[in-house]
């Protein structure tokens, strides 16, 4: 049984190969008359055969990762009994997972039938003999290849050029992951929507005022019809997020100033990290100050001047998310401005300007494209919040602008309508999809903004 | 390397003269036992006066027992190798020296008799009558009409929007700018050439009204041409101001100024008029400073 070490094993290998490459290069290079003979350095050889060794090897073990569930399954579910295999698809995927369960040694309830304790062996034969064969199938996909590039080892190999090329492929490759990752979130979100939109009308969702999505599951049951319009859930977001900006805008821009231009290096030394302290505490701790220390005082101090409070207020999540976003908007406002040049403070400072017209007319516009940066992923933040907003702000979906009101945020929405026992084919599960792509495509244009923006100001020193 | 051809080139960095390069360096890095400035320091009529004038860096005396006139309507090269104090010396004129919190200043440095270092004097005003031009040009990232109106507006120069455009203009004027952005005022100032910019900065110094104008090595990043430009320009704005330069070009000295001083190590070697100390300077380490023995 090799296949477990495969990975370290094909390592191994090529980290011999390497060592072969690098030898026959310098045994080429005293043949020829000296290193400077070579097109390449040893190491350069060295490493072009090492990825001839590893590379094909690699990729026909993330071949067979790919596929080996499927080509093991169909092995074994031609061999099932003619009565398992008459039954209907999805069913057929049950018998097929208790055939795993029972090969595999975890819970099932039907290890009692035969059938599938003999399929369950002839599964594990089936696995154990195809990873024996890929094993060695791995291992001469290494070697072989190895073998070839050992040999075209000679003064006029672009190894250099080859191995350029290698490292480039594989940047490109981590660079496709990211990408290609993000495309698959926006479609399985937006495949989910699409059939969320055929039971409930774009226009019901984007422009109905009513948002209340519990629906009857079975027909003899009391509930209402649903209502799925999201302007309610959107401007409880909105609410909160503004209400977050509105704290985390001036507080941070002003101490960011404070902490770049005003306050000496030791105190910014240790000022900073302190500020960078809020970023870490978990949102959850936030929510429960939020819900148990602030939503209070909120509501004690609204009675007392006459107002009516509720309980849970988006002034409370409001506040609370403003001072956990305070720091993406300090540290990264008092790095851009810590990087206007001396230069431009100097050509003001020696006009006669005050410290504060200084930072006020040059240095404060010369870093306006990185506070806007800044500030726009805290927005960002304080609208993909969740937490807070579950403990703070309630879940009932009011239309409102009251800050002393409940309201609830489309995350927090998403949360509510997945947590619990959801059947997949409801408008009402299929709805958190829709808000997903509803929030998605905000985020997405909100960054776009910020991009512009910081390309249209980018230039402008230098 | 020949002496003359290191003169005749405009070299940023002089380069030793072979042969007696082990004395050079004596010279360069020993400071001499007598201290005391010679040639004249002292004019009639001075504009800007400093006496005794020390700087130091936290425990490091960079500017030792300084003493100068500065003259009106003139211009004052400092000259001298890096790290001699000049362009330190020069940043005490006008206080910007404050912004570096390990300098210390001592002595007494006058503008038209008032001790600009006393405790009563606000370094606002002040900056706005001693005005500076950097080494590298520093314009702001905004229009040229912004830039040049920019300490016109911090200080309530003008009454109205006419008044204003008046002082951008006159000032682009006198800086020998108008000409070339007059049509684009509201074109960013980073988009204009090297050589533009630093006659921008001129031109922004000039806006606020100044009567001395402090520029530190304002051609060094500039090509031979813009340089021939500016050195023009200093040489008009003579008649109106008072200016102290500070370079590493002798050449770009004896063009422009009517006195010059030498600095060496922190100390005020000699101070006389340009055609003097470039023809028969009286102390040896200028001589051997402006043949390009050392630099």
């Known amino acids: ?462 | 390397m020949d002496v003359t051809a290191s003169r005749m080139t405009d070299q940023i960095f002089p380069i030793v003269a072979v042969g007696d390069s082990a004395e050079a360096h004596e010279r360069m890095h020993v400071r001499p036992l007598d201290r005391k400035t010679i040639g004249s320091p002292f004019v009639d009529n001075p504009r800007m006066m400093c006496r005794d004038v020390d700087v130091f860096y936290g425990d490091k005396q960079a500017i030792n027992k300084v003493s100068i006139d500065v003259g009106q309507n003139q211009v004052l090269a400092m000259i001298g190798p890096s790290g001699c104090g000049k362009s330190t010396f020069l940043r005490c004129l006008n206080r910007m020296n404050d912004t570096v919190s390990s300098c210390r200043v001592q002595g007494e440095i006058s503008l038209d008799g008032i001790d600009i270092y006393h405790s009563s004097v606000d370094v606002v005003p002040l900056r706005a009558r001693v005005g500076m031009v950097f080494q590298k040009p520093n314009p702001f990232p905004k229009s040229i009409y912004d830039n040049v109106a920019y300490g016109p507006r911090i200080h309530g120069l003008t009454r109205d929007k006419n008044e204003l455009d008046e002082i951008v203009h006159t000032s682009l004027i006198k800086a020998g700018l108008w000409e070339e952005v007059k049509d684009r005022l509201r074109e960013p100032g980073t988009g204009l050439s090297g050589g533009q910019q630093q006659r921008l900065c001129i031109a922004r110094a000039i806006a606020v009204g100044p009567e001395v104008i402090l520029m530190d090595e304002p051609c060094s990043a500039l090509d031979p041409i813009a340089t021939a430009k500016v050195e023009e320009l200093i040489a008009e704005l003579r008649t109106q101001f008072s200016i102290v330069i500070v370079t590493h070009a002798m050449q770009q000295a004896s063009r422009v100024s009517q006195r010059t001083a030498y600095f060496h190590l922190g100390d005020l070697i000699e101070v006389g008029p340009t055609e003097k100390i470039f023809t028969n300077p009286g102390h040896k380490l200028t001589e051997d400073y402006i043949t390009g023995r050392f630099g």
């Not at chain 1, 698959?184 to 019901?204: H, K, N």
């Not at chain 1, 907003?389 to 979906?397: D, H, K, P, R």
């Not at chain 1, 949360?415 to 997405?444: I, R, Y």
């Open chain 1, 1 to 462: 049984m090799i296949y477990p070490y495969i990975i370290p094993s094909i390592l191994a290998l090529s980290a011999g190969v390497y060592i072969l490459g690098l030898r026959r290069a310098e045994k080429v290079a005293t043949y020829s008359g000296g290193l400077s003979e070579l097109h390449s350095l040893p190491t350069h050889y060295g490493v072009f055969a090492a990825l001839c060794c590893a590379m094909p090897a690699l990729l026909v073990l993330v071949l067979w990762m790919i596929f080996e569930e499927k080509v093991i399954t169909s092995m074994v579910a031609g061999n099932l009994p003619a009565d398992l295999l008459r039954q209907s698809a999805n069913e057929l995927t049950l018998v097929i997972n208790e055939v795993k369960n029972v090969a595999f040694g975890g819970f099932t309830a039907t290890s009692g039938n035969p059938a599938i304790e003999k399929a369950a062996v002839a599964y594990m034969a089936h696995l154990t003999s195809a990873r024996n064969m890929v094993s060695i199938l791995v291992v001469f996909c290494s070697i072989i290849p190895a073998w070839f590039a050992i040999k075209s080892i000679g003064k006029d190999l672009r190894a250099r050029n080859l191995v350029e090329g290698a490292v480039r492929i594989v940047l490109f490759a981590c660079a496709g992951v990211a990408i290609l990752t993000t495309i698959g979130i926006v479609f399985s979100v937006m495949f989910e929507a699409l059939r969320f939109f055929q039971a409930v009308p774009l226009t019901d969702f984007l422009f109905g005022l009513q948002w209340s999505p519990q629906i009857a599951m079975r027909a003899d049951q009391a509930g209402s019809s649903g209502a799925f319009g999201a302007v309610p859930v959107l401007t409880g977001t909105f609410l909160i997020a503004m209400i977050a900006m509105l704290v985390a805008i001036p507080i941070g821009l002003l101490a960011a100033i404070y902490l770049s231009e005003y306050a000496s290096s030791s105190l910014r030394n240790w000022a900073k990290p302190a500020l960078e302290i809020l970023a870490g505490i978990p949102t959850v701790v936030f929510g429960f100050f939020a819900a148990l220390t602030v939503a209070p005082i909120i509501r004690e101090l609204g009675t007392a001047l006459g107002f009516t409070v509720s309980s849970e207020s988006a002034l409370a999540a409001g506040l609370i998310m403003g001072i956990m976003i305070i720091p993406f908007v300090s540290s990264l406002s008092e790095d851009v401005i810590h990087a206007v040049p001396q230069s431009m403070r100097d050509g003001s400072l020696a006009l006669g300007a005050t410290h504060f017209e200084t930072i006020r007319h040059v240095v404060i516009p010369a870093a306006l494209p990185g506070i806007v940066g800044s500030i726009l992923l805290a927005v960002s933040r304080a609208v993909g919040e969740t937490m807070i907003v579950v403990m703070a702000a309630g879940l009932s979906a009011n239309l409102s602008f009251n800050p002393l009101a409940t309201v609830t945020t489309v995350t927090v929405q998403i949360v509510t309508l997945l947590v619990g026992d959801q059947e997949f084919d409801s408008p009402k599960t299929l709805a958190a999809f829709a808000l997903g792509l509803l929030l998605f495509v905000f985020t997405l244009a909100l960054n776009f903004f910020a991009l512009r923006v910081v390309r249209k100001y980018r230039e402008h020193y230098e």
